[in-house]
């Protein structure tokens, strides 16, 4: 699929929420309560939600059953908040966002229609001020020096990172990812903060 058609006119997937409740509440007949992530092959507060409120029905039912759930974000802030204030609790939600760039001028460049990392960020610290668990996908990394450099301004109100290499851009090849996966793990070790590399840094190691 091509990228115009891909962010063309986005339409909710046939039955998503009726399958979402029927699977949240199985979930909960059985005993079998696990975390919810939402999402990783889309975003859950893209624009449409605004309209279409797909995923604040599905974490209003979550939230009543009581199921834990996980959500990964490219919004701000100024997108998210009335999610943390008004129906979101901190003991079942863990709130992460995708940073790529330090720089607000290169998100608007690489990451268009997105917040830029300025928001993201706010979003990260107010979810923390909040006391909702946080954490970080820096995934795609675009530069070592990107990577380490957000994980310093932020690892003091986010609990966990997950780090993961830059694929199928030309991008990639301006990196040597052994060695960014010996620094990135060095420093996070030093620094003391949680991590994960994705399976496809660490087998670098």
Known sequence: MKSDEFFN???PRKDILENHFADIDKMVAEGDIQ?????????????????????????????????????LTKA???????????????????????LVFCKDKHSERFEPGAPVTSDRLNLLWQAHRLKFKTWVSLEPVWTPTDAIALIKR????????????????PQSKNVDWVKFAREISDFCDDLGVKYTLKEDLRRLL
């Open 76 to 98: 701000g802030y100024q997108q998210a908040k009335d999610y943390l204030l008004y129906f979101m609790s901190p003991d079942l939600a863990t709130i992460g966002s995708t």
């Open 9 to 11: 006119d986005p339409k």
């Open 154 to 169: 932020t690892h003091e109100f986010v609990d966990e990172f997950r780090i993961g290499k830059l694929n199928y851009h």
């Open 35 to 71: 975390e919810v992530f939402l999402c990783f092959t889309c975003d859950p507060l893209q624009p449409i939600e605004g309209t279409e409120e797909i995923t604040e029905r599905a974490i209003r039912h979550m939230e009543k059953m009581g199921v834990p759930y996980r959500i």
